[in-house]
């Protein structure tokens, strides 16, 4: 990590500023004492997202739309299933949300996104409409609550079964608990009934823990961000339930033999759909930090998948795809389900921070280098179909699949927000900016090309999946689905990233580049920073207040073209590495500047199993070429490497950036005529394309043509840990002989660019790949191009 120490003489002047803006009131939130939620007990930490506000910018356009349809939407919907099972009255004309919130087996867990949304809106900017639905839906699934555990105590006392001619016929097991569904429909995953996925109310389930993990979510965001303490009182009621439902469990039934066994649990997780959680194991640790009541902690581990993939995580034994005869434990998949999976490694890094053990942290961060970079899209997202599959774009594709797994649908929205969720709370514990790198792209390209960019109070607006296949488009819509709720919380906390600060105070971390206003009153700091990233590459921060303070700037390690610093207009001369954080150590005064710049660039990333199928992206941005292919081709054709001179920049040489301001659009000379290629996050419904196919057909150097084909090393690729139909692996694809030698560019002189040629060359001969003859000619053309290099 690189390091700016206290050269500049810091002006004692201006402290004013700090002093009028710390002068705000807290809001409710700072009520709740102490630090909470992810990252609690972690070395580095969370602020609260009401201490940092997003100024006006991309995330913040994307916001305010999702903020306009929360305002609007009518909360009494979401209790109407509630006051069901509860035996409450509803009002006349209202229905229920729709879509999986219709009275099936998932309704209940938009409840809990639409509790998360409002605390995250009212935490924005501290609009009382907001915490008004809140605490109504609060009181009122409270009120929900004590009816259903009435009805139980009702029933112990007096043998009847109801306790208003109106209650619902069903009598709860355990007291405690709330929900849009009668409590079998939780027991009965476990022993003796073992219920499985389907869609009969009477004796199927469907991902019931997940919906309590959702309801239990929203709660205790309710109460972390707005300090509803009945949010807080509804909750802990809620998780005794749970610590009876997981240990006791189903004792009303015939053939009930007792305690849930460590067995069991194992035998309930691994059912596909059926047996998803969430991640109800996150919320748990928290609730027993929050209670010191360790029964909160034995019911989080009680979620643990210790038949088929605990214990492999732990051992970093990848088996999201295993083959036919090789399946693990007795329940579980040939392909595991992505967002099933994903949220329990959540869980874990829970479980690992109040006490849990060095495992839980081991098994999340050897899953999450599963997917990163093994089954990682250029937007950010996993998961999709591939030849010989089940057709399932929900689930994982094999290691290192990429251009096979581009499905017509695929990478599903979810997935990538618990990806984003999971790179945080692992960067909180080992601050690797690679975490930080990836929570950027799936940020700024598919979560924010999740919500499409027109307003609406009637729907969400928010993507389901967001395939990859050439020439497909994006839908938007999901009222009611699993990506439609995680999308209003998605658009509603794009601030609570962008800064961290170390446990002991001494330390600020700038993670995203995003307008927005920091104020640390606990520090007497305020940081207001200036961009209009990702349309620019240049920040400017404004600190106010007073005493020493590291600042450790993220340096992305998509930086090709340097990233210059200055304090107080003077340059620092510190090395700043791309995928790495330059720490600025010194004593601030009020009105102190930073300003950064950081040259985007435009440059192509090679898929892992196929390289000549590639894509584009500018600094963060993933860049999309619209249209249909043409000519009946699967991918848009794109020649660069005729372009290029020897800084190697494409786009000098290889495209046109047709907006000079706004949104980064460029155009392409392609094989079918030109392409226009534009930012993943714009939200509409054209047809796109994320990845194209590099044709190079012969080794050019400028217009200097050698007639000789640009041929392949042979890499062995595809290296599929599980086989693809029809497709051989290991196989007999690689780079091509131009992309060897321009993946050493920039070249400072042409000498030096004739070196590499000459290095590359010789070892394609070695391998057979080229004649000396061959060679000879490449290294004189390669002389030749002097003056075409260089221009």
């Given at each position: 990590m690189a390091r700016i120490n206290n050269l500049f003489t810091p002006r004692r002047a201006l402290t004013t500023l700090g002093i009028s803006v710390l002068a705000i009131a807290a809001s409710a939130s700072a009520d709740v004492a102490g630090d909470h939620g992810p990252g609690s007990t972690a070395p580095v930490r969370p602020f609260r997202l009401d201490q940092v506000q997003l100024g006006a910018g991309l995330l913040q356009e994307k916001r305010d739309r999702i903020k306009e349809f929360v305002q609007a939407y009518d909360e009494r919907r979401f209790l109407i299933l509630f006051n069901n099972q509860a035996g409450r009255p509803n009002p006349d004309g209202i229905e229920v949300p729709g879509g999986w919130e219709d009275g099936g087996l998932l309704s209940g867990h938009w409840t809990g996104h639409y509790l998360t949304a409002l605390s995250q809106a009212y935490a924005d900017q501290g609009e009382e409409v907001f915490k008004t639905k809140l605490d109504w839906m609060v009181k009122e699934i409270a009120a929900c609550q004590d009816a259903i555990t009435a009805r139980m105590h009702q029933s112990n006392n007096t043998e009847q079964t109801n306790t208003t001619a109106s209650a619902p016929d069903w009598i709860p097991t355990h007291p405690g608990y709330v929900g849009a569904l009668p409590e079998d429909t939780v027991l009965r995953l476990g022993p003796?009934?073992?219920?499985?996925?389907?869609?009969?109310?009477s004796k199927n389930t469907w991902a019931s823990w997940y919906t309590q993990h959702k309801i239990i979510r929203g709660l205790l965001d309710a109460y972390y961000n707005t300090n509803n303490t009945q949010a807080l009182d509804v909750v802990v009621k809620m998780a005794n339930w749970a610590y009876l439902a997981l240990t006791i469990g189903d004792k009303r039934q015939p053939g009930y033999t007792?305690?849930?066994?460590?067995?069991?649990?194992n035998y309930m997780w691994d059912l596909y759909i059926a047996g998803e959680f969430g991640g109800a194991n996150e919320v748990f640790p928290e609730i027993y930090?929050?209670?010191?009541?360790e029964?909160?902690?034995?019911?989080a581990k009680a979620f643990d998948n210790r038949e088929s993939l605990f214990?492999?995580?732990?051992?970093d034994n990848d088996i999201l795809v295993v083959p036919a005869d090789k399946i693990p434990g007795r329940r579980r998949a040939q392909r595991l389900h992505a967002n099933t999976h994903v949220p329990q490694f959540i869980g874990y890094m829970s479980v690992f921070e109040h006490g849990g053990g060095q495992e839980y942290f081991d098994a999340a961060k050897n899953f999450y280098g599963w997917v990163h970079p093994h089954r990682h899209f250029a937007h950010g997202g996993t998961g999709g179909n591939y030849p010989g599959s089940n057709d399932n774009p929900e689930l994982f594709q094999n290691r290192d699949n990429i251009v096979n797994a581009i499905a017509d649908n695929g990478a599903e929205t979810c997935t990538t927000y618990n990806l984003l969720k999971l790179a945080r709370y692992l960067f909180l514990h080992e601050h690797n900016a690679t975490y930080m790198d990836n929570y950027e792209r799936g940020l700024f390209n598919m979560i924010a090309g999740s919500r499409a960019d027109e307003s609406s109070t009637e729907s969400p607006m928010l993507t389901y999946f967001q395939p990859l296949t050439p020439g497909s488009s994006r839908e938007y819509e999901n009222t009611g689905t699993c990506c439609g709720g995680t999308g209003m919380e998605s658009h509603t906390k794009y601030q609570e990233t962008v800064y961290l600060r170390s446990a002991d105070g001494s330390t600020l971390w700038v993670n995203l580049y995003v307008p927005s206003t920091l104020t640390w009153a606990d520090k007497g700091f305020v940081v207001k920073q200036e961009t209009r990233f990702p349309r620019s590459d240049t920040v400017k921060f404004t600190v106010s207040g007073d005493g020493p303070l590291d600042i450790n700037l993220r340096v992305p390690a998509w930086i090709r073209k340097g990233f210059q610093v200055k304090v107080n207009n003077a340059v620092s001369d510190?090395?700043?590495?791309p995928g790495s954080y330059l720490t600025i150590s010194r004593t601030w005064a009020a009105g102190d500047v930073v300003e950064v710049t950081m040259p985007f660039t435009l440059r192509i990333e090679r898929a892992l199993d196929r390289p000549d199928t590639q894509a584009l992206l500018w600094g963060p941005v993933l860049l999309q070429t619209i249209g249909t292919p043409a000519g009946g081709q699967t991918y848009h054709q794109l020649s660069l490497y005729r372009h290029l001179k020897l800084d190697g920049d494409y786009a000098r040489a290889a495209a046109v950036k047709t907006s000079p301001a706004g949104d980064s659009i460029f155009s392409f000379a392609?094989?079918?005529?030109?392409?226009?290629?534009?930012?993943y996050y714009?939200?509409?419904t054209q047809a796109a394309s994320a990845y194209f196919r590099r044709v190079e057909p012969s080794v050019v150097f400028g217009s200097v043509d050698t007639k000789i084909a640009n041929r392949k090393r042979n890499d062995g690729l595809p290296r599929y840990d599980v086989p693809v139909a029809n497709i051989t692996s290991p196989g007999n694809d690689g780079p091509t002989f131009l992309d060897i030698v321009w993946d050493s560019a920039p070249f400072k002189t042409h000498s030096a660019f004739v070196g590499t040629v000459q290095n590359v060359v010789k070892a394609f001969v070695a391998d057979g790949v080229y004649t000396q003859a061959e060679a000879d000619r490449i290294v004189k053309s390669a002389k030749d191009a002097k003056s075409q290099l260089e221009a």
């Open positions: 003796p009934r073992w219920a499985i996925y389907g869609s009969d109310l007792g305690n849930l066994t460590r067995s069991d649990l930090q929050l209670t010191g009541d029964r909160h902690l034995y019911t214990g492999a995580a732990v051992q510190a090395t700043a590495t392609g094989s079918n005529g030109n392409l226009t290629a534009r930012p714009i939200g509409d």
